[in-house]
């Protein structure tokens, strides 16, 4: 089962702020919500992660609601090169477990 | 740093052949992951090597291996090619291993073909 649920599409116009939704109601608590995001043709990019606090750096922010049980990553000024599919993927960094990619948020930013 | 860097970024094989893809990760970096990706079934995970032992499997036929050396650059081989392996296969490196941290770097992938 899918540990997270993203809308499959989502447009933004360019200079705004693109905010993307991430639920993950099962999450537990050793648990991290990490993004990627993969532009046409290109391998995937390590965005930002966070484990309950927001968390900020130069490409995004990461919003994490206090029951942890869903997330929003920002990017505050879109770009035409910010069109791209971004994944929400919940994963503990304890055992041995992988990155499992979900189908994402096909993001368009329209100029 | 260089990035990951994927050889060959394109291949095209008949059904039946063989093929091996190699992945060359960052300095440094000793675990190494591979990832088909199809349009139907989208990012999948094939395996995980760090420090030369597989570290993690997917759910994928005993046609598809691999193997990761002493450098820390890593081969995969697909036997028996099918019609439906056809994909594009991403390499990710990281500095530990997938069970310990999410950040990865991919390369560019490499695109195969069978027909």
């Known amino acids: 089962d899918a540990k997270t649920t993203q809308p499959p599409s989502m447009d933004c116009a360019e200079g705004r702020a693109a905010n993307l939704p991430c639920n993950h109601s099962t999450i537990s608590g050793n648990e991290y919500v990490y993004w990627y995001r993969q532009i046409h043709s290109q391998g995937p990019q390590y965005i930002i992660h966070g484990l309950k606090n927001n968390e900020t750096n130069e490409m995004a922010s990461l919003i994490i609601t206090e029951d942890r049980k869903s997330s929003t990553l920002i990017l505050p000024h879109a770009t035409l090169r910010d069109t791209a599919v971004y994944y929400c993927?919940?994963?503990?960094?304890?055992?041995?477990?992988?990155?499992?990619f979900g189908t994402g948020t096909r993001l368009t930013i329209i100029p | 740093k260089a990035g990951v860097t994927q050889t060959p970024r394109y291949l095209i094989k008949t059904r039946g052949q063989q093929v091996t893809l190699s992945c060359s990760p960052i300095s440094g970096h000793r675990s190494v992951s591979w990832y088909q990706q199809t349009p139907g079934q989208g990012l999948q995970f094939l395996f995980e090597y760090f420090s030369e032992t597989q570290r993690n499997k997917g759910n994928f036929p005993g046609r598809f291996s691999g193997r990761q050396f002493s450098n820390s650059r890593s081969e995969m081989n697909v036997s028996t090619l099918e019609l439906g392996d056809s994909a594009l296969y991403l390499c990710a490196s990281s500095l530990l291993a997938s069970g310990a941290a999410g950040e990865q770097f991919f390369g560019p992938g490499t695109r195969l073909t069978v027909l």
């Open positions: 993927i919940v994963k503990s960094n304890f055992g041995n477990e992988k990155l499992t």
